[in-house]
């Protein structure tokens, strides 16, 4: 990044009015937790929650690339499959893959108040062109009175049925009330990971019911955890690991110890701000580097 300027504005604008977090804050938050953070948005189109006048504020979902992008910003026009506003093709922004303009560009949004990264679960090639699917996610989302410590219990039956099928998983939460499940596998056609994680989710309800639903009426979810396997969708995006939320506080969807996930027993057990984010990087590393394995395991049939 030594060779690319950045204007950076307003650095005492609060973002966070509840506990007083600056866009100056936010800022170092990204830049600091990037070494972790960047690997999981390399190459994949990157969507973009932004609260220019803080989370109090008017937010807006953007996935064109945004006004005003330095030069050495990579863009990539690709396929918008589902677009709300009708369009063909979306001009993305793609982090590049081991460059250090990743670093930079992650500091010019931060600058732009984009709080929270979504990503696919696809990536695109190089020079462009969209690659297969290689990540396999079940959003699990309580429905109250359930919170996050139901969602726990439910991602360890998960971890235990991927297990068998030969796919290593891991859990982080999505910094708001659920959670995430995720693995890694070998580049598949979409609809594949779909097919296969509604057969799960279908599995976990069957032998669950009270507690479990795959069904995404809401008239069905109260007390239950709903097992989202729509989010793999080539059209869906997911909050990306280590992702700020605009929540009243800055929590983060932060990557879990699977002993954390049997021990919660409070909802406030898997809670974790962006101070506490930098903190556990720093002693543990990136606990979603499963996710960036070179050998991966093929996807079961669902």
Not at 115 to 138: I, M, N, S, Y
């Amino acid at each position: 990044m030594a060779d690319r300027q950045l204007a950076l504005s307003n650095l005492s604008k609060i973002l966070y009015p509840e506990t007083g977090t600056t866009k100056g804050e936010v800022i170092d938050y990204y830049s600091r937790i990037a070494p972790v953070l960047i690997p999981h948005l390399a190459g994949r189109p990157l969507s973009l929650k932004r609260y220019p006048n803080g989370v109090d504020g008017q937010g807006f979902f953007a996935k064109n690339v945004p006004n005003g992008a330095p030069p050495w910003v990579r863009t990539e026009r690709l396929p918008a499959p589902g677009s709300t506003m009708n369009r063909d093709e979306i001009d993305y922004l793609v982090l590049p893959e081991n460059d250090g303009d990743a670093l930079a560009t992650i500091v010019w949004l931060a600058n732009l108040a984009a709080l929270e990264l979504h990503v696919p679960q696809w990536t695109v090639g190089p020079r462009g062109g969209v690659r297969g699917t290689d990540l396999l996610v079940f959003d699990l989302d309580p429905g109250a009175p359930a919170t996050v410590v139901e969602c726990a219990a439910v991602a360890l039956r998960l971890r235990k049925v991927l297990d068998a099928d030969g796919l290593t998983a891991v859990a982080k939460t999505s910094g708001s009330k659920g959670m995430q499940v995720y693995a890694a596998i070998k580049p598949v056609d979409p609809g594949r990971t779909s097919d296969y994680a509604k057969s799960v989710a279908q599995k976990l309800e069957k032998d669950d019911p009270e507690k479990v639903t795959s069904v995404m009426a809401r008239a069905v979810r109260p007390g239950r955890i709903f097992i989202d396997w729509s989010q793999n969708n080539t059209a869906k995006t997911t909050v990306a690991p280590y992702s700020l939320r605009a929540r009243p506080a800055p929590t983060v969807s932060t990557p879990l110890h699977w002993d954390e996930v049997a021990a919660c027993r409070r909802p406030e057990d898997l809670v974790f701000r962006f101070d506490d984010v930098l903190a556990r990087a720093a002693e543990d590393g990136d606990l979603f580097a499963d996710l960036l394995v070179e050998k991966r395991p093929v996807l079961p049939r669902g």
